[in-house]
């Protein structure tokens, strides 16, 4: 990575999922076409094929200089990659050089009740960040993918995966607090970043909840007998 960084602030790589007993699941890399740098910055506010996590990068110094990650916020590195990667010119090593260790325990897995309002928080400042530098309307689609699949996707998953009471009435909290503006079919259906799956959910969870509900546990169950984290 530093080899390859050369004149760019920033340089991203992939990175290999592992067992805390250090077997393979899986390889990730940053998956998107890389051509111009506004492709690039509209990937990293969607976060779909774009790696966020503040692992598995180097970043000049100087780019922390005025910026800090949020206290007591969940989704740090979400909620902050909007900042750091803004105007920043971004150097790719597509190899899984980076190793992470999937532990029980992370707020992936486990539900918080903060994670809602945490979630939201975060795609509001986005937005008001876009706003504030007069770059909403070429972010307009990116933002609304990454509101699709972070604010609402995402955050039922881990909802649905905390394997406690309340999912639905969490479930139901989600649809109540999201923007109707934007979670509706016609941008669901039309996302080019969005897979089949991910649309079949969403599109479900506006018709029905519970039916969303029973899909995600079924999806689940038969992820565990084919060996799938």
């Known amino acids: 990575m530093l080899s390859a ?10 990175y290999t999922e592992v067992t805390d007993a250090g077997q393979f699941i899986r390889a990730v ?9 506004s492709i690039i910055y509209g990937n990293v506010i ?7 996590n503040a692992w598995g990068k180097i ?22 990659a909007y900042k ?21 325990g992370s707020i992936m897995r486990d539900f918080n009740e903060n994670i809602i309002e945490h979630k939201f928080i975060i795609l509001n400042n986005i937005k008001n960040f876009l ?9 307009q689609d990116s933002y609304k993918n990454g509101y699709l699949f972070h604010g609402i996707f995402v955050t039922s998953c881990i909802i649905i995966n905390q394997k406690s009471a309340g ?10 607090m999201a923007d109707g503006k934007i ?20 599109l479900l969870l506006k018709i029905s909840p519970r039916l969303a509900l029973l899909l995600k546990l079924t999806q689940n169950k038969i992820g565990k007998k084919n060996g799938e984290n």
């Open 5 to 14: 960084i050369g004149d760019a602030n920033i340089c991203c790589c992939g």
């Open 29 to 37: 890399n940053n998956n998107f076409d890389k051509t111009s740098d």
């Open 46 to 52: 969607e976060s779909i094929n774009f790696i966020p």
């Open 59 to 80: 970043y000049r110094r100087e780019i922390f200089s005025k910026l800090h990650y949020p206290e007591g916020m969940l989704f740090e590195d979400f909620a902050i």
């Open 84 to 104: 750091v990667f803004y105007q920043e010119k971004v150097k790719f090593v597509d190899e899984p050089l980076y190793y992470y260790r999937i532990r029980k």
């Open 131 to 139: 706003e504030k530098n007069n770059s909403l309307a070429l972010y």
């Open 167 to 176: 999912g639905l009435k969490h479930i139901d909290k989600l649809r109540l």
């Open 183 to 202: 979670f509706r079919a016609s941008n669901i259906i039309k996302s080019n970043s969005l897979d089949s799956k991910v649309k079949l959910y969403l």
